[in-house]
């Protein structure tokens, strides 16, 4: 029975693996069609950051109610039912397309859906990881989830950005459903519940649930710091997602098929991170939280060294390359230990209330960053910025992982493999 159960878990984690793989990767093809076409017809960062914030700020707000609803349905008929909705709503944009042709308005309308039906797969998923493959098989669990958004990280700029401009906007669609509809293929047969324990579920109003939520997560004080670094990293980071489409293409004019593989690189730096975080095991996990956070400052202030400099295209594009893929590569130094951390120090009967608040908090600072910093970048030069956020970031992470508070959670805490 045990062997059995093993099997089970091991089909469970590579099926995880590939239908993120597949999300990722028609999301990454479909997000960057979008992000160069709104440019292409804008010409403004704030318009290209305004679809950010439909991205993520809907998502934000419907995360806490995806919490209730995973801590008291069953968590597997919420994922489908996601699943189902998204590829539904892609099929929708389709026809809309065809009839109507596509717009800024339909753009914004569609990435509102996506995110506010993605919260609710988004929490169901991330609340049931332990349960799919079992405490042991966590950081490896999260390690894939990570890859498979590299490869789509990978695969979607660097084909979205080939075939910008030579193919509709009908045929990014169209590959998005269809990756869609084969991870929801992948969903229906796992199974969710195999290291789950039976609890019995109280029948009590939402508010009065996502009270004792919040009242639980006041006794985490480790997963109270990991969700502050967190905000602030998320927030600070919205000036390299949102800055550095803008710089290359407005400012250093890169063509579009390069601003792809940029884009790409950075994927890689997130493959090479994840495969080396699935087969190591971690014995000082916050310390390298603490090396990779201030890694992540010191390249965003980087970024604005071709813009004190002359460089060439072919010099500009290896140096935004290799930044980008250090930069990546660092985001998963800090955000997977981070992730592990928290998934093992939440109990089961709160883990879907406490990830929907954490989504809340930690997401919801990305709109608020990418209004900020797409009106920044159209109004203030871009290597200020930069520098500013870098050095901002780097002040508040080393008051938030200070070495005396980490040292002792080091002691508490290690990662098992």
């Not at 993520?56 to 996601?82: C, E, M, N, T």
């Not at 890859?147 to 990280?153: C, D, F, K, L, P």
Request: with cysteine; hydrophobic share 50%.
């Amino acid at each position: 029975m045990e062997i059995r159960k093993i099997r089970r878990a091991q089909r469970n984690l590579y099926t995880f693996l590939v239908s993120k793989m597949l999300t990722s990767l028609g999301f990454g093809v479909f997000n960057f069609g979008i992000s160069l076409y709104i440019l292409s017809i804008t010409g403004s960062a704030l318009s290209f950051a305004t679809n950010i914030m439909f991205n993520v700020l809907p998502r934000a707000l419907a995360a806490p109610l995806a919490g209730y609803v995973a801590d008291h349905f069953p968590k597997k008929r919420i994922v489908i039912l996601s699943m189902s909705g998204i590829t539904l709503s892609v099929g929708v944009l389709i026809i809309y397309t065809l009839i109507f042709g596509i717009s800024v308005p339909a753009i914004y309308t569609i990435t509102t859906i996506f995110s506010i039906i993605g919260a609710f797969n988004g929490v169901a998923f991330s609340s049931s990881i332990p349960n799919l493959v079992g405490k042991e098989r966590l950081q490896k669990a999260l390690s894939f989830n990570q890859i498979s958004y590299s490869i789509g990280g990978i695969g979607g700029p660097a084909i979205g950005g080939m075939l910008f401009g030579f193919i509709s906007m009908k045929v990014f669609l169209f590959v998005m459903m269809i990756a869609y509809f084969i991870a929801l293929c992948l969903e229906v047969t796992m199974d969710f519940t195999l290291f789950e324990v039976k609890l019995k579920k109280q029948k009590e109003s939402m508010a009065k649930s996502m009270k004792e939520g919040f009242q639980y997560l006041r006794t985490k004080p480790l997963v109270q710091t990991l969700l502050m670094a967190t905000l602030w990293i998320n927030f600070f980071s919205s000036a390299v997602s949102v800055g550095l489409v803008f710089v290359l293409v407005q400012k250093l004019s890169i063509p579009s098929s390069h601003v792809g593989f940029i884009q790409g690189a950075g994927a890689i730096g997130m493959l090479i991170a994840s495969l080396y975080l699935s087969v190591r095991n971690l014995k000082k996990p916050f310390m390298f939280i603490r090396r990779s956070s201030f890694l992540m400052c010191t390249i965003i202030v980087c970024l604005s060294i071709p813009l004190f400099l002359s460089l060439n295209g072919v010099h500009t594009f290896v140096f935004y390359s290799v930044m980008m893929l250090f930069f990546s590569a660092m985001s998963i130094g800090a955000n997977t230990p981070m992730g592990v951390v928290i998934q093992q120090s939440i109990d089961q009967e709160h883990r879907g209330r406490v990830f929907g608040m954490m989504e809340t908090l930690s997401v919801g600072t990305g709109p608020l960053g990418s209004l900020l910093f797409g009106a920044l970048f159209d109004a203030v030069d871009p290597k200020v910025i930069f520098l500013c956020a870098g050095i901002f970031l780097f002040c508040l992470l080393l008051w938030l992982l200070r070495l005396s508070k980490l040292t002792t959670a080091d002691k508490l805490v290690q990662i098992p493999h």
